[in-house]
């Protein structure tokens, strides 16, 4: 099997984007490039096998670092753009995160604001597409991580209502504001 990483979403695996080889035994593959944490870059991945004149692939996963302000009350804005992710929930972020108020995600099927409040009140799932607002204390991280499987799949969007892009999307044409809009 071949390990592929690029910083580009959706790439084509080419020799210089082969990261290692690893044998049809390994279950697991770590790597220490130190990309995690890292807001300046994101990184995403695919493997490959190959047989006789074949190659598979398998699905393009992907890690998102956003920068954060942490100071207190301040709310920043996160975007959903994998299936499955991790973290899983509301919950799940506001324990990596630690000193968070409140995690509010918004719902364009409802055009309402879904809210969790630590530790354990009004816990939601995340789902590919979410836009999560996360509101810090003081001293929290300046980073959070995202990650999970790049999804081609498209966007609904909202008839007559409010709905988030989250990057990256699986199509060349929305690449600027003026892609998106028409």
């Not at 870059?41 to 493997?47: A, E, G, K, L, P």
């Not at 099927?109 to 969790?116: D, H, K, M, P």
């Not at 995202?146 to 008839?159: D, E, Y």
Request: one cysteine or more; hydrophobic letters at 35%; charged letters at 10%.
């Amino acid at each position: 099997y071949a390990i592929h990483r690029s910083v580009n979403p959706f790439f084509m695996p080419t020799s210089g984007t082969l990261l290692t080889t690893v044998s049809g035994a390994t279950k697991t593959y770590t790597d220490n490039v130190g990309g995690i944490g890292n807001v300046n870059t994101n990184y995403f991945y695919v493997v490959t096998a190959s047989a006789q004149s074949t190659t598979q692939y398998s699905n393009w996963v992907g890690e998102i670092d956003y920068a954060l302000n942490n100071s207190n009350g301040a709310y920043n804005l996160i975007g959903i753009p994998f299936s499955p992710v991790a973290p899983a929930n509301a919950a799940s972020l506001a324990t990596q995160l630690g000193n968070v108020n409140t995690i509010l995600g918004w719902n364009r099927n409802t055009q309402s604001f879904r809210t969790f409040t630590p530790p354990d009140i009004g816990n939601f799932t995340f789902t590919f597409g979410d836009a999560i607002f996360i509101e810090l204390k003081s001293g929290a991280p300046t980073s959070v991580n995202v990650l999970g499987r790049l999804n081609k799949t498209g966007m609904s969007l909202a008839a007559g209502g409010y709905s988030f892009l989250t990057m990256p999307l699986y199509c060349d044409e929305l690449s600027t504001a003026s892609g998106v809009a028409s």
